[in-house]
């Protein structure tokens, strides 16, 4: 019998891969493609954290010893440098319903800790109940369950999860070091569509308890229930989603993917992307800054997001009182028009050297012919304020257009006019982009429309747009190209967050929106970033009936954010202990 079952166990594996003989109806798989030197890829950064994690070669090993005990099995018996799976049964981690895969590293030895015939569910003889064991072409499959295990054996006649997978999915499940691929389809009724309901009886509830006026709760509520339907229907068309991580010692990068159903609509819209190969970082200044993105995704103008909510929003009742029909169908005419000529955008919040506040938004739109187009812009940022009106009817909210000409530089500038805004919406707007805030653009090179939104005076506007298009920008720093080489080859969208700016800048202005609310916190750190980063970069890349996004985090980069956040907590402590001591009886106490 031990000859037979070591004939079946030395089968070579397969040329497919180890999803070969898992079906493509389970709920999810875990794969693990080289434990042991994940584990030490690991190790060895947290050990850089703390030197308890400074784990020698025997000591890895020692931790795999434990997951092999944990199965039943004895010492060394997984050859940890294949993939190990988990495959998930059914929705959730129950222990009774998971299926482990593994190579056995020495199969002579395995094989004498099996009982039963090796062509059938086989049982451990390890002094542990319920553990079953079925071969498939080299890999074992463990449960405690028998029932777990006859779901690959049912997979036989049905497709198998690897052949359900593309090749791009396949190079996502095997090149990287931790994947969870799950079904979508299997969560959806217990733990996904229960979640929408709720998630939009949250809004509403969030909009009675801010005591909304009816025509701003009619609006954002038609605004609410759009992204929600818009949420749903993505949801609902959704396939399969791959989760991956990696570190090679350097960084970590984490990847999303998610598939939708071909003949959907999400898949219909996603197959009508293009590129048009612009360079996304021109015009963008290289200086310190909080957030910069940029994408050169081309969509239809009968195809536009944004113009689908401008026709849904101006169609409320509310909205369209206060707007003429013939207004209301130009308006969505050139919203339409306008987001269906972009050959792509960028944009950066951007902070001047050696200042945290006020931000300046700077940013282009890339046209084939921005001059025309900039004359529809304008007639959209005119039409704007009524709309805007709606939302914000008690702030006053206005805007100021005009025609400037500042040293040969011909531009529109749109300024908000503060004074007549209540003062919470005025607070608020200062406390972001400063007092005298405005919106100016004009045409620089022969197919960018570049603009502005900043308290700083007309003669760095016009600096911006005489710097040549071919000038160093965000793009050409040093440690941005290091984090977006990372990042997908070809992208539809890219984003760069750096953290330090971001920790520094939210206390400061989430002590000035608490201002304009007349609400008080006695605890607000204000950290001091000298340099830039640590930066985090995100890409996302689109294809016929996919979105995957990646995103990338060196590790020195999240030794550094660790640091940050440790003296955040300092001054967090130190300052409720002032707090504390200034209060009245703290003496006493």
């Known amino acids: 019998m031990q000859g037979i079952i070591v004939g079946s ?41 703390d030197s308890d994690f400074d784990l020698t070669e025997s000591e890895l090993t020692a931790d795999t010893v434990v997951l092999e005990e944990a199965l039943g099995l004895k010492a060394g018996t997984c050859d940890f440098s294949k993939p190990f799976l988990v495959v998930l049964t059914r929705p959730g981690m129950h222990a009774r319903s998971l299926v482990i895969g593994f190579t056995p590293k020495n199969r002579e030895q395995f094989a004498g800790q099996l009982t039963g015939r090796s062509d059938s569910i086989q049982r451990l003889s390890s002094g542990i109940k319920n553990r079953y064991v079925l071969f498939r ?13 006859r779901t690959i054996i049912g997979g036989a006649g049905k497709q198998s999860l690897s052949a359900s997978l593309d090749k791009r999915q396949k190079q996502l499940c095997f090149q990287n070091d931790i994947v969870f691929h799950l079904r979508v389809e299997s969560w959806r009724a217990v733990y996904i569509s229960p979640f929408m309901p709720i998630l939009s009886q949250l809004a509403r509830t969030g909009m009675t308890v801010q005591s909304m006026p009816k025509e701003k709760t009619e609006a954002v509520t038609e605004v609410v229930d759009w992204f929600l339907e818009r949420i749903g229907s993505v949801v609902d068309q959704m396939e399969g989603v791959t989760l991956a991580l990696s570190f090679d010692g350097k960084g970590f990068r984490f990847i999303h993917d998610h598939t939708f159903t071909p003949d ?19 015009c963008l200044p290289d200086r310190p800054f909080f957030m910069a993105g940029a994408s050169d995704w081309v969509s239809a103008a009968d195809r536009a997001v944004v113009a689908d909510l401008a026709e849904r929003v101006l169609s409320v009742p509310s909205v369209s009182e206060k707007i ?7 308006l969505i005419e050139v919203t339409s028009s306008f987001y269906g000529q972009m050959r792509g955008f960028n944009m950066m919040l951007s902070t001047r050297e050696g200042e945290l506040q006020p931000l300046e938004m700077i940013g282009t739109y890339v046209f084939e012919d921005p001059a025309r187009v900039a004359k529809q812009m304008r007639s959209i940022m005119e039409s704007s ?85 071919s000038s160093r920008n965000v793009g050409d720093n040093e440690n941005v190209r290091e984090v977006v080489g990372h990042l997908a080859t070809k992208p539809h969208f890219v984003m760069i967050f750096d953290i330090g700016q971001a920790m520094a800048l939210g206390p400061r202005m989430m002590k000035a929106g608490m201002v304009a609310m ?31 996004g990646q995103a990338y985090i060196s590790a020195d980069g999240i030794l550094r954010a660790v640091d940050l956040f440790k003296q955040f907590g300092e001054q967090m402590r130190r300052g409720f202990e002032r707090s504390e001591m200034g209060s009245p009886g703290a003496e006493e106490s």
């Not at 891969?17 to 080289?34: K, M, T």
């Not at 749109?414 to 100016?440: A, H, K």
């Not at 605890?523 to 294809?543: A, K, N």
């Open 385 to 469: 304020c009524q709309t805007l009106a709606t939302f914000f009817p008690s702030s006053g909210y206005s805007i100021e257009p005009r025609a400037c000409n500042t040293d040969g530089v011909s531009y529109d500038e749109y300024r908000f006019q503060l004074e007549i805004m209540d003062e919470t919406t005025r607070c608020m707007v200062e406390s972001v982009y400063g007092p005298n805030c405005c919106v100016r653009q004009a045409v620089v090179g022969k197919d960018r429309i570049l603009y502005t939104v900043t308290a700083t005076d007309a003669d760095e506007f016009v600096k911006l747009v005489k710097s040549p298009v």
């Open 137 to 149: 072409d080299g890999m074992a499959f463990i449960s405690e369950r028998k029932k777990a295990i």
């Open 9 to 49: 166990l030395c089968q070579a594996l397969r040329a497919g891969d180890a999803l070969s003989h898992v079906p493509s109806d389970v709920a999810g798989v875990f794969i693990f493609n080289d434990l042991k030197t994940t584990l030490r890829n690991v190790t060895g950064f947290f050990a850089r954290v």
């Open 518 to 548: 007349n609400q008080s916190m006695p605890v607000f750190p204000e950290l001091t970033v000298d340099t830039q980063g640590p930066l985090i970069g995100w890409s996302g890349t689109i294809r016929d009936r996919s979105v995957t």
């Open 324 to 330: 003429s029909e013939d207004e209301r169908r130009r």
């Open 264 to 282: 959907g609509t999400v898949a219909d819209y996603l197959s009508t992307a293009e590129q048009t190969d612009v360079d996304l970082w021109t």
